[in-house]
C-alpha cells in the first residue's frame, strides 16, 4: 500500500513535470532528476515525488522486514536522498552547489546498484520460471538502460522514463511482502481484479 502510494505521486510529478518546470524541458532529452534541480521553478514538487516514493518503500520493507528485499530498501533510502539532493540545473550558467550535485549523483548510481541487485535476488531465488524471468529481466534493464542514457544522452529521458515506468510496474504488483510467499501467486492478478479463487474440498 505504501509503496503503491509512493508510486502515484511520484509518477504525478513525472507526467506534469513539463507543466512545472522550466520552460524547453523536454520529456525526451532532459531526465526526471532535473525536474528537481537546483534553481529550477517549482522543483519541490519533483523532490516530493521522489522522497514519497523511497519513503513508501522504507515504509513497507519496515512492514514486512526481509533480508530478501534490504536491496529494495537500500533503493528507497538512495531514491529519497537523492531526492534532497537535487541536481544541477538544466542551464549549465546558473550556479549551484556542486557539492550536492555530485552527492546526487552518487546517491542515484547507489540506488541503480541497489534495485538492479534486488531484482537480480529475486530472479535467483524465484520458484517459478514466469517470476525468475521478470527478476532477470529488470535487472537486465536496470543495468542496460542508464548505459543507453549515457551512449544517447539525446533519449536520455525517454529512456529513463521507460525504465522507471516498468520498475513502477513490478513494484506495484510484484513486490514480495512476505519472503515466505511462493510467488507465484504475485502472478496471479484475480485479486486486483475483485475475483477470488475458493478452495472447495472435492473439486
Not at 131 to 147: D, E, K, N, S, V
Request: charged share 10%.
Amino acid at each position: 500500500m505504501h509503496i503503491k502510494f509512493g508510486i502515484l505521486i511520484f509518477a504525478a510529478a513525472i507526467l506534469l513535470g513539463p507543466f512545472y518546470t522550466v520552460d524547453g524541458y523536454s520529456v525526451v532529452a532532459n531526465t526526471v532528476s532535473q525536474l528537481g534541480a537546483q534553481r529550477t521553478p517549482n522543483n519541490v514538487v519533483a523532490i516530493i515525488g521522489f522522497v514519497a516514493f523511497g519513503l513508501g518503500i522504507v515504509i513497507e520493507w519496515l512492514r514486512h522486514r526481509s533480508w530478501a528485499t534490504v536491496p529494495f530498501l537500500l533503493f528507497g533510502i538512495f531514491v529519497a536522498a537523492a531526492g534532497l539532493l537535487p541536481h544541477r540545473p538544466i542551464d549549465p550558467a546558473m550556479p549551484y552547489n556542486e557539492l550536492v550535485h555530485r552527492l546526487h549523483s552518487v546517491m542515484a548510481t547507489a540506488s541503480g546498484i541497489a534495485v538492479t541487485l534486488g531484482f537480480l535476488w529475486q530472479g535467483i531465488r524465484a520458484n517459478t520460471t514466469k517470476i525468475r524471468i521478470c527478476g532477470f529481466y529488470m535487472a537486465g534493464i536496470c543495468l542496460t538502460l542508464p548505459m543507453a542514457m549515457f551512449a544517447m544522452p539525446e533519449f536520455q529521458g525517454l529512456i529513463q522514463r521507460l525504465m522507471y515506468f516498468q520498475v513502477f510496474i513490478w513494484l506495484w504488483f510484484l513486490y514480495p511482502t512476505n519472503s515466505n510467499v511462493n510467488l507465484t501467486n504475485k502472478l496471479d492478478f484475480s485479486d486486483f481484479y475483485g475475483v477470488r479463487k475458493l478452495n472447495r474440498p472435492g473439486l
